[in-house]
T-cell receptor
């Protein structure tokens, strides 16, 4: 099955710990994105990558880091510097043949205790 | 960052009724996308619009790309309980790698 997978679905961490969220796609898409969603809010862009070994900050990159070592993988690390990390995190990808259309994964809900 | 003006914020309707929601912007967009998000899940693409004036249907859903390229609407006909969820619009501007999103319309359908 082609698609985007995010794991785990639910993640609990203690305050002060870094945590890495996984995003994998087998759609052969070049571009990948990370968004944060808070209750009643739209989607806010954290980081995006148009090509392997390259990525750019989005609107709310502070306290987050990413890597893009492989085309199919774009992990997001939520660091202890992120002041309010509890949120729903969504990964998306976009292929060159689908022009501007982004496809989303199922999301990871991170709760920091 | 920039956001689209999506309205209404929420809707409460009876099963069988038609629904209409829209997104507007002061800027021109090249692409309009409509997504639906169920609770605790990722958004699923419903309809993609690539040309001004384009009217596209997907089952009971119909969406239009405004002729001015600054707006789009989504209609759902004969709503059913599984239409419940949050509907997001998103737009893409030329020269950008990013999508701009609306804040969503939360739809509740009473059986």
């Amino acid at each position: 099955d082609g698609g985007i997978t995010q794991s785990p679905k639910y993640l609990f961490r203690k305050e002060g710990q870094n945590v890495t969220l996984s995003c994998e796609q087998n759609l052969n898409h070049d571009a990948m994105y990370w968004y944060r969603q808070d209750p009643g809010q739209g989607l806010r862009l954290i980081y995006y990558s148009q090509i392997v070994n390259d990525f750019q900050k989005g609107d709310i990159a502070e306290g987050y880091s990413v890597s893009r070592e492989k085309k199919e993988s774009f992990p997001l690390t939520v660091t202890s510097a992120q002041k309010n990390p509890t949120a729903f995190y969504l990964c998306a990808s976009r292929g060159t043949l689908t022009t501007d259309t982004q496809y989303f994964g199922p999301g990871t809900r991170l709760t920091v205790l | 960052g920039q956001q689209l003006n999506q309205s209404p914020q929420s809707m409460f309707i009876q099963e069988g009724e038609d629904v209409s929601m829209n997104c507007t912007s002061s800027s021109i967009f090249n692409t309009w996308l409509w997504y639906k998000q169920d609770p605790g899940e990722g958004p699923v693409l419903l309809i993609a619009l690539y040309k001004a004036g384009e009217l596209t249907s997907n089952g009971r859903l119909t969406a239009q790309f405004g002729i001015t390229r600054k707006d789009s609407f989504l209609n759902i006909s004969a709503s059913i309980p599984s239409d419940v969820g949050i509907y997001f619009c998103a737009g893409h501007q030329g020269g950008s790698e990013k999508l701009v999103f609306g804040k969503g319309t939360k739809l509740t359908v009473n059986p």
